[in-house]
Nanobody, 125 residues
């Protein structure tokens, strides 16, 4: 079972990055897929999630309107398009897969069963 995140890097404020999470288990197509981030010295925070049918998405207030999560069940990937990046978006970003179907749980890291290795995003001012 693997989740492989990629696409991080260094970008100036106002710029864009696209993160991708590739997964090897086709069964993850039936999982909730989420992105979390963790800045140095801080807890891992919810960023966005997408339900298995791809129709429902949820975002942290801090990224709403700037980030877009999507999934491709043929390619077994989940993408996080990040626009209008701010220095406070700097963190290690993790993709995760969860079997939960309970809406109230999806913002919590504990609801996700599998995690990728993380990719660093640095936004300079």
């Amino acid at each position: 079972v693997q989740l492989q995140a990629s696409g991080g890097g260094l970008v100036q404020a106002g710029g864009s990055l696209t993160l991708s999470c590739a997964y090897s288990e086709r069964s993850f197509n039936n999982y909730v897929m989420g992105w979390f981030r963790q800045a140095p010295g801080k807890e891992r925070d919810f960023v966005a999630t997408i339900f298995r049918n791809g129709g429902r998405t949820y975002y942290a207030e801090s990224v709403k309107g700037r980030f877009t999560i999507s999934r491709d069940k043929v390619k077994n990937t989940v993408t996080l398009q990040m626009n209008s990046l701010k220095p406070e978006d700097t963190a290690v970003y993790y993709c995760a897969a969860g079997s939960t179907t309970i809406l109230s749980q999806i913002r919590y890291a504990s609801a996700y069963n599998y995690w990728g290795q993380g990719t660093q995003v640095t936004v300079s001012s």
